[in-house]
């Protein structure tokens, strides 16, 4: 009797400690709430693991590291998400791996003219600078632009000029030249030159290495900034979507930030990284399901390629693309930071 009553002793504690580590489980699987985060991005495009070597590969990663480590030790040391995002995005700037500030693809005419913004959360406040040249980090004299004018966005000549009176560091044309963007200009003038500019289809990879950051602070403000040089052999003037609040990027502490890389003038149609805070003010879905709603469907749909890195107010990331690879790389507080290049 005592045999038996003993299995059933043993049975009932098994059963209560299965139970007990069932309901453990569970509470680990649910989704936390971060105390601050940080995504960056380096640009997407024709992305494949045979067609790069691994010495390439590994500078790119450490590269994408060293980036998004700057950004998360401001969040760490009680910053601003704007601090983050600017401090991420200028060590991409100084790059010449990167399609932004030293890195910069050429236009039609041989220049550099670069295009940046910043957008808060909090205040929705934005600064921006379009078709600019010799100023080595734009993303920084955008948020002059948003801190110091009531403005929105400067471009040409006139934000030079701002750029001057702020004091912010200009760097000659000789900066700017990397000889691959020299190269990439030359094989695309000669491809132009067999056909009318009309018909000329814009290479996969021609915007590859637009930068950007996205960040949740320990006050729980949002912040987004997008860098880039456009697009090569663009024409004079011309602007894509990255200094345009609400087509490259947007922030609002109330839904998400964004920041956005592909092929602008469909982003500026698109209107996508706003259509991204719409869906999940308006809707009521989470991050994860607009982000891919917009960029896999409607993106998509409309024959447009990129991406976009996105987080929320709980420091939830996403990073949908529809192409075969984006420069990409993520650290939430209490997790180890991850970087990825390619699809899989």
Not at 103 to 126: P, R, W, Y
């Given at each position: 009797?005592?045999?038996?009553?003993?299995?059933?002793?043993?049975?009932?504690?098994?059963?209560?400690?299965?139970?007990?580590?069932?309901?453990?489980?569970?509470?680990?699987?649910?989704?936390?709430?971060?105390?601050?985060?940080?995504?960056?991005?380096?640009?997407?495009?024709?992305?494949?693991?045979?067609?790069?070597?691994?010495?390439?590969?590994?500078?790119?990663?450490?590269?994408?590291l060293?980036?998004?480590?700057?950004?998360?030790?401001?969040?760490?040391?009680?910053?601003?998400?704007?601090?983050?995002?600017?401090?991420?995005i200028?060590?991409?700037?100084?790059?010449?791996?990167?399609?932004?500030?030293?890195?910069?693809?050429?236009?039609?005419?041989?220049?550099?003219?670069?295009?940046?913004s910043?957008?808060?959360g909090?205040?929705?406040?934005?600064?921006?600078?379009?078709?600019?040249?010799?100023?080595?980090?734009?993303?920084?004299?955008?948020?002059?632009?948003?801190?110091?004018?009531?403005?929105?966005?400067?471009?040409?000549?006139?934000?030079?000029?701002?750029?001057?009176?702020?004091?912010?560091?200009?760097?000659?044309?000789?900066?700017?030249?990397?000889?691959?963007?020299?190269?990439?200009?030359?094989?695309?003038?000669?491809?132009?030159s067999?056909?009318?500019?009309?018909?000329?289809s814009?290479?996969?990879?021609?915007?590859?290495g637009?930068?950007?950051?996205?960040?949740?602070?320990?006050?729980?403000?949002?912040?987004?900034?997008?860098?880039?040089?456009?697009?090569?052999?663009?024409?004079?003037?011309?602007?894509?979507?990255?200094?345009?609040?609400?087509?490259?990027?947007?922030?609002?502490?109330?839904?998400?930030?964004?920041?956005?890389t592909?092929?602008?003038?469909?982003?500026?149609?698109?209107?996508?990284?706003?259509?991204?805070?719409?869906?999940?003010?308006?809707?009521?879905?989470?991050?994860?399901e607009?982000?891919?709603?917009?960029?896999?469907?409607?993106?998509?749909?409309?024959?447009?390629?990129?991406?976009?890195?996105?987080?929320?107010?709980?420091?939830?990331?996403?990073?949908?693309?529809?192409?075969?690879?984006?420069?990409?790389?993520?650290?939430?507080?209490?997790?180890?930071?991850?970087?990825?290049?390619?699809?899989?």
């Amino acid at each position: 009797m005592r045999t038996e009553f003993s299995k059933y002793v043993v049975l009932i504690f098994m059963f209560l400690f299965l139970l007990l580590n069932a309901c453990a489980n569970e509470e680990i699987s649910v989704s936390r709430e971060y105390d601050f985060a940080i995504a960056i991005h380096g640009g997407a495009g024709t992305l494949k693991r045979e067609s790069m070597s691994s010495e390439t590969e590994a500078e790119y990663r450490a590269k994408l590291l060293e980036a998004l480590q700057e950004g998360y030790h401001v969040l760490e040391n009680g910053g601003s998400s704007l601090d983050a995002v600017v401090a991420a995005i200028k060590i991409m700037e100084n790059s010449p791996l990167f399609n932004a500030g030293k890195g910069a693809v050429f236009t039609h005419n041989g220049l550099n003219e670069l295009d940046a913004s910043i957008m808060d959360g909090k205040t929705l406040k934005a600064g921006a600078v379009g078709a600019i040249r010799n100023v080595k980090n734009p993303i920084g004299l955008a948020r002059l632009v948003m801190e110091k004018t009531w403005h929105v966005l400067l471009i040409g000549e006139g934000a030079r000029l701002f750029a001057e009176e702020q004091g912010v560091e200009l760097v000659s044309d000789e900066y700017f030249f990397t000889k691959r963007r020299w190269d990439s200009l030359q094989n695309s003038l000669e491809k132009e030159s067999e056909k009318d500019r009309s018909e000329i289809s814009i290479e996969s990879n021609s915007y590859l290495g637009t930068v950007g950051a996205v960040a949740l602070d320990k006050n729980r403000n949002l912040a987004a900034g997008t860098s880039t040089g456009g697009m090569t052999n663009k024409l004079y003037g011309r602007v894509g979507d990255s200094p345009l609040i609400g087509a490259g990027t947007y922030a609002n502490n109330k839904t998400c930030a964004v920041s956005a890389t592909g092929q602008g003038e469909y982003f500026i149609r698109g209107m996508i990284a706003h259509d991204i805070s719409a869906m999940m003010e308006y809707s009521g879905k989470g991050l994860e399901e607009s982000s891919h709603e917009v960029i896999m469907n409607k993106l998509t749909a409309m024959g447009g390629t990129g991406g976009v890195i996105a987080i929320d107010s709980e420091g939830n990331i996403s990073m949908p693309f529809n192409t075969s690879g984006m420069y990409r790389a993520y650290h939430q507080s209490g997790e180890e930071p991850v970087v990825k290049i390619f699809k899989d």
